[in-house]
């Protein structure tokens, strides 16, 4: 009780309530980029409660760091944020991304109380198992998804490495990470196929390892929806849609959407306009008409046991 007085003061939150919850998964903060809509987050963490707090990837954009340093005080009050969670008894897990992957470096290791893992198994309230994992790697494979569907899994596996070699490469030219998302963002029907390509190539795995679900990031689209038996779940981003994926105390997963709350305080405070106008020229539909035929399934790898490649 008294230690909490020598904290920091921290603005007391107004209008919003306290969100008390079991789990929180969060990531594409993009913190060290303008882009990271640093406010909005603190504001979501201070009046956040929760006994796992989960980092999804793409957390410090060390990418972005590395060409131009970028970082104001309000992104390290985030980290300070973070990094008083976990002192205060919340289990912060960080599960690096492409644009952080440098930390990967470090999994197994602790800083501060935050634990650092390549990918991890997270268990529901209710028991159910979901698999969270940033979703980089399916970034480069969904193009070949189908025909991969066809070759098998040794394919599907190598292709997978081949996309974080070819990556790893790129950073060390110094050349930013190559997303195929980002690529097809200006053309609207590619990046709708994209999102429902790389849903179903991050849910074959979930399905690959045994799980019941899966929870991801990467492609800044936030998302809870079942793919035949798995549950695929996505949380979003601090960027676009300042979104996060929650587990209430009974195991209930539900999307909290903060986009709507910054509407008020956007006209409030004078904002500087975004460099870039809409960065995702979507609305995305609603899930997308199943393709022709499931290639992935057709494959009959279904419910083959989890082989974590580490
Ligand atoms: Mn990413």
């Known amino acids: 009780m008294h230690d909490a007085a020598h904290e920091t003061p921290e603005p007391a939150t107004t209008g919003s309530p306290r969100l008390s919850v079991r789990t ?53 009050d985030v980290v300070q944020k973070l990094l008083r969670l976990a002192r205060k008894g919340t289990r912060v897990v960080f599960v690096p991304g492409n644009h ?18 390549d990918d991890c198994i997270h268990e529901l309230a209710d028991g159910r198992r979901l698999w969270v994992t940033h979703g980089d790697l399916f970034d480069g494979v969904v193009q070949c998804a189908r025909w991969l569907a066809y070759v098998g899994d040794v394919a599907y596996e190598f292709t997978l490495k081949v996309n974080r070699r070819f990556n790893q490469v790129r950073a060390r030219l110094g050349l930013p990470y190559w997303s195929l998302s980002r690529y097809l963002k200006g053309k609207v029907k590619r990046a709708v196929s994209y999102v429902s390509d790389f849903e179903q190539a991050v849910a074959r795995e979930a399905r690959r390892r045994g799980v019941d679900g899966v929870v991801c990031g990467h492609i800044h689209h936030a998302e809870i929806r079942r793919i035949d038996d798995v549950l695929y ?32 305080v956007v006209a409030v405070a004078p904002v500087r306009p975004a460099t870039e106008p809409a960065t995702l020229p979507l609305p995305l539909p609603a899930p997308i008409a199943p393709l022709a035929a499931d290639p992935v399934t057709s494959t009959g790898m279904a419910g083959s046991p989890a082989a974590t490649p580490r």
């Open 24 to 76: 929180v998964w969060i990531s594409d903060l993009h913190l060290g980029t303008p882009g990271c809509q640093a406010r909005a987050l603190l504001d979501f963490l201070r009046e956040l409660d929760c006994d796992t707090l989960y980092l999804v990837g793409d957390i410090i954009d060390g990418w972005q760091l590395r060409r131009s340093w970028y970082w104001p005080q309000l992104h390290n």
């Open 100 to 117: 952080d992957e440098f930390a990967r470096k470090y999994v197994a290791h602790n800083f501060g109380g935050v634990e650092v893992v």
């Open 233 to 264: 779940c996505n949380d979003g981003d601090w960027v676009e849609s300042l979104t996060a994926l929650v587990e209430h105390r009974d195991g209930r997963l539900e999307i909290v959407d903060r986009s709507r709350d910054r509407r008020p």
